[in-house]
């Protein structure tokens, strides 16, 4: 009785174990950015309420998904954000309730999850690009700043928010 339990114990091992190397998306790269996980607070520099954002895995693990609303609620989005093995590098695809779109790359360093889009040119003819940087604080809460750079040293910050767990 006892080898049949032990050949039973030792069969279900085996079968949990295959079943975990089957996740493709459970690598070491695809976890730097599960500090965004969770559902957070949002609020701005000034410390007014910016809005709510939740943000979790799907896909067996390999998309991290945020849906984002306003404070007022009259502003929503999501992103798809996602490990590219191919090119070793982050991506983020936004899309949002006002027909706008956002698609950015690149990787965490340190504590910071940085990505940013491709150079386009403004309405003035000038190029700029986005450059969003996540980054992970010792108390746990996130911030991140959102930064148009135009010709390439003009700075303006678009959204600079801290995100606090629920």
Not at 4 to 22: E, G, K, P, R, T
Not at 39 to 63: E, F, H, L, M, P
Not at 73 to 94: C, D, L, P, R, V
């Amino acid at each position: 009785m006892k080898q049949i339990f032990f050949l039973l114990v030792l069969v279900l091992s085996f079968s949990v174990s295959a079943q975990s190397n089957d996740c493709k998306c459970c690598t070491e790269k695809h976890a730097e950015f599960d500090f965004w996980i969770g559902t957070w607070n949002v609020t701005n520099k000034d410390g007014s309420v910016a809005g709510r954002n939740i943000i979790y895995k799907i896909q067996d693990k390999c998309i991290l998904r945020e849906n984002w609303t306003s404070a007022k609620g009259k502003y929503t989005g999501t992103s798809n954000n996602f490990y590219n093995a191919k090119t070793k590098q982050w991506e983020q695809i936004w899309l949002d309730n006002q027909g706008g779109s956002l698609h950015l790359k690149g990787n965490r360093k340190g504590n910071e999850m940085i990505l940013q889009s491709d150079e386009d040119l403004n309405k003035d003819g000038n190029p700029y690009y986005h450059r969003i940087t996540w980054t992970k604080n010792d108390d746990g809460s996130v911030r991140q700043l959102w930064e148009t750079i135009t010709n390439g040293n003009e700075v303006t910050v678009a959204f600079d928010g801290l995100y606090v767990k629920d």
